[in-house]
């Protein structure tokens, strides 16, 4: 399969996973934007920049090579001409990366830094490193601000200046950043790890010192999968780690008072994998085993849903007011970055 339209995929009509009836629905052809080179992972996607690594994500794997980051356009599939990453002694791996309006910034788990994307002179880009961080740079999931980036590590949940800095602890081990708005940045805090670090909890950070405010208490496995927001509520997918379960598609309220289940499903017929949203409609991705790779969207005015064909195995997804874009692993075992008018 070449890296050009391929044939629309219709989704099958009838009952979902959970009984809801569903109505098939065609975007249109799937356009193939990017396709990564062997032994790619997926770090990121955004509606700005797709961000894949290659290497071995081994954290306690001494590697002395150079890492290679792909930061690829979203909406063109053009990658930027990148140098690797410059690492330590013991090389890199890479094991976060976020890249948004306010940057592309990358976690060395090897050599404890945080790097952002420049432009310099006579190469177009380079690395920049902003930060060392005291404790090992875990990074799986980073978020940023118009001024800041947020991270996590072995000593907490951190902050520093999109431009570098002095690093800032805001929060003990444990913490993760999910999100970022106004003067508040959410996060996932972890329970006892003498107890499969159960529960979990979403909280909202005040960045003026207060106490933070819990918002939500899960029992599975978080709030990181899918979580969006918007000007009144949180969305997050909540995957049931019992078999038989049932996983779910949740909005909460800013203020944490009002869960709403938006859908459910039973975890012996579909695996939820990503999750996100435009004024219009909900779109999720699940595994459904068996019957293969699905992409849902969901009316916001009436709850009406469709199937959308799935392009390959399709996983993240990210969506803005003209077009949806998926990463699947196609019939090669190659991931492609896929493009779909709305």
């Known amino acids: 399969m070449s890296c050009s339209d391929v044939a629309p995929q219709d989704g099958a009509a009838g009952s979902g996973p959970d009984d809801v009836v569903v109505t098939a629905e065609a975007l249109g052809s799937w356009t193939s934007l990017y396709k990564a080179a062997a032994d790619a992972r997926t770090l990121s996607l955004t509606t700005k920049y797709a961000i894949f690594a290659?290497?071995?994500?081994?954290?306690?794997?001494?590697?002395?090579?150079?890492?290679?980051?792909?930061?690829?356009?979203?909406?063109?599939?053009?990658?930027?001409?990148?140098?690797?990453?410059?690492?330590?002694?013991?090389?890199?791996?890479?094991?976060?990366?976020?890249?948004?309006?306010?940057?592309?910034f990358i976690a060395d788990y090897q050599s404890d830094s945080i790097y952002k994307l420049v432009a310099v002179p006579n190469l177009k880009w380079g690395w920049q490193k902003i930060a060392s961080t005291t404790g090992s740079a875990y990074g799986s999931r980073m978020v940023t601000s118009s001024t800041h980036l947020y991270w996590h590590d072995s000593d907490g949940l951190q902050r520093v200046a999109n431009s570098g800095g002095a690093v800032t602890t805001l929060a003990a081990r444990g913490n993760m950043p999910l999100g970022f708005e106004g003067s508040y940045l959410y996060a996932q805090k972890s329970g006892d790890p003498n107890q499969g670090s159960w529960p979990l909890t979403l909280q909202r950070l005040p960045l003026s010192g207060q106490t933070p405010t819990t918002l939500h208490v899960s029992y599975t496995y978080g709030?990181?999968?899918g979580f969006n927001f918007d000007a009144s509520f949180f969305y997050f997918i909540d995957r049931d780690g019992s078999l038989p379960g049932t996983h779910r598609l949740i909005r909460l309220t800013k203020s944490g008072s009002t869960l709403t289940v938006l859908r459910e499903m039973a975890s012996t017929d579909a695996y939820p994998l990503d999750f996100t949203l435009n004024s219009t409609h909900y779109y999720w991705t699940q595994d459904e085993f068996e019957d293969g790779y699905r992409l849902y969207r969901q009316k916001i005015s009436d709850g009406s849903i469709s199937s959308i064909g799935c392009t390959a195995e399709c996983g993240a997804v990210v969506v803005s007011s003209s077009n949806v874009y998926v990463i699947g692993l196609d019939t090669d075992d190659r991931i492609r970055l896929y493009r779909s008018a709305l």
Request: glycine share 14%.
């Open 54 to 104: 290659y290497g071995d994500p081994d954290e306690d794997a001494c590697q002395t090579d150079a890492a290679r980051v792909d930061v690829v356009l979203t909406n063109l599939g053009t990658r930027l001409d990148t140098p690797p990453l410059p690492g330590g002694d013991c090389g890199t791996s890479v094991t976060g990366a976020v890249g948004d309006d306010n940057g592309v």
């Open 223 to 225: 709030f990181s999968s």
